[in-house]
């Protein structure tokens, strides 16, 4: 099924248009008219080659949310029609520990990305949601219960959402928790929507004061400039729970001494340089932990989903056409997004 799409054939060249031969859906096959798809940093890390491994050519593209258009003969939870979104990962090995606790994200084998193909760099190469369709086996495929209208903003939970989600579910975020998440961008951001939601005190960490009334408006309790040291101090060991969605090299330190006894920072950025090597004695004598969380398994994507929609919950965007990414990759570097770029594939189909 050739398929219209946007791809990048090595570190430094643009986006191009390329076409990709889609599978015809076997049994179990949901196959989707992708009406929007994200823009996330992780697809402009594995484009330009910033994390190893990148399999050229790439196609990026993990939050993807569109119509059904044809399912197999064995699928039972979607129809043509329905509408449908697939994330991260598009098949795991579905038979070791973690995948038989819905998981997948921490199969044993490597899961594989919904782009730039399996984690260990086996088998083919996988072509993502910069393009207008796709065919993905029925258990990676989620349902969507937003409002139609909602649907542009609905892509980005496919990732920002579900990397927040899960460790503050994880955690035991709710009620009676004081919790901090450090970085107001297209993670943090949800962040804060979804630790409001869940009832916490939520206490933004920023280093932009401009950034403080924004805050506020995504449900945020209090808003803290990092770079205020007297700020800071003043909320020494008073939190049970710091989600830091920074994807740059940066002092852990300065968030440990924030936590409770027991409390635990948990990191969804990565880093092109490792961060500074945290003090032993800032977790030893409180008995804290540094912890990290990736993504979601496709069972707590789907609750994500679900709670969303129930709550009203969903990302803020700035939608562009497909010919723009260039453009958006630029301002994506100087984090000129509020939070999330949204592609709206009718540009591409267009072409």
Known sequence: MPTKAYAVRSATAPFAPFSIERRAPGPKDVAIDILFCGVCHSDLHTARSEWPGTRYPCVPGHEIVGRVTAVGAEVTSFKAGDLAAVGCMVDSCRRCLSCDDGLEQYCEHGFVATYNGALDGSGENTYGGYSTAIVVDEHFVLAIRHEEAQLAAVAP???????????????????????????????????????????????????????????????????????????????????????????????????????????????????????????????????????????????????????????????????????????????????????????????????
Do not use: N
Request: proline share 4%.
């Open 157 to 351: 939970l496919l990732c920002a959402g579900i990397t927040t989600w899960s460790p503050l579910k994880h955690w035991g975020v709710g009620p009676g928790k004081k919790v901090g998440v450090v970085g107001i961008g297209g993670l943090g951001h949800m962040g804060v929507k979804l630790a409001h939601a869940l009832g916490a005190h939520v206490v933004a960490f920023t280093t932009s004061p401009s950034k403080r009334e924004a805050a506020l408006a995504l449900g945020a309790d209090e808003v803290v400039v990092s770079k205020d040291a007297e700020a800071m101090a003043a909320r020494a060991g008073s939190l049970d729970f710091i989600l830091d969605t920074v994807a740059v090299s940066h002092d852990l330190d300065a968030y440990v001494t924030l936590l409770k006894r027991d409390g635990v920072l948990t990191l969804v950025g990565v880093p092109e340089t490792p961060h500074p090597s945290p003090s032993a004695g800032g977790l030893i004598f409180k008995r804290r932990q540094i912890a990290g969380s990736l993504i979601g398994g496709i069972k707590e994507t789907q609750e994500m989903l679900d709670f969303c929609a129930e709550k009203g919950i969903v990302a803020d965007i700035e939608t562009i056409a497909m010919q723009e990414i260039e453009t958006a990759y630029a301002r994506m570097v100087k984090s000129d997004v509020k939070y999330r770029f949204v592609i709206d594939m009718a540009s591409l189909k267009a072409a």
